[in-house]
């Protein structure tokens, strides 16, 4: 499990297969001086219910990963969360389609 640190705050658990797909496309939002808001379901241990943030790019953001290497990309995954992260409601953490037997290098 890695981790996403936002601000001095919050600290959050992701698998690192979760955790790289969502650093891609954060990534993408904050290059390009997107704001936009991000939410996920809680884990039963902090009450099961859901957490939204608003993610800006003058905000301190972490991405610490469990394991050594970068996890490889599943390209429609990325994509599905790129349009969850474009929608008014924001970036929803999506279960991945096709599993991890779908990877494909991303293009970068």
């Known amino acids: 499990m890695g981790n996403l640190t936002y601000g001095q705050a919050l600290s959050v658990e992701f698998?690192?297969?979760t955790l790289g797909h969502l650093q891609v496309v954060i990534g993408s939002k904050l290059r390009r001086n997107e704001s936009f808001y991000f939410s996920w379901k809680d884990d039963q241990r902090v009450g099961d219910g859901r957490t939204?943030?608003?993610?800006h790019p003058t905000i301190s953001l972490v991405f610490k990963?469990?394991?050594s290497?970068?996890?490889g990309l599943n390209r429609e995954w990325l994509g599905l969360l790129e349009q969850s992260a474009n929608a008014p409601h924001g970036l929803q953490v999506l279960p991945e389609p096709h599993g991890p037997a779908g990877d494909a290098p991303a293009a970068r």
């Open 65 to 67: 990963f469990y394991g």
């Open 69 to 71: 290497r970068m996890p």
């Open 15 to 17: 698998d690192d297969r």
């Open 52 to 55: 939204t943030i608003w993610v």
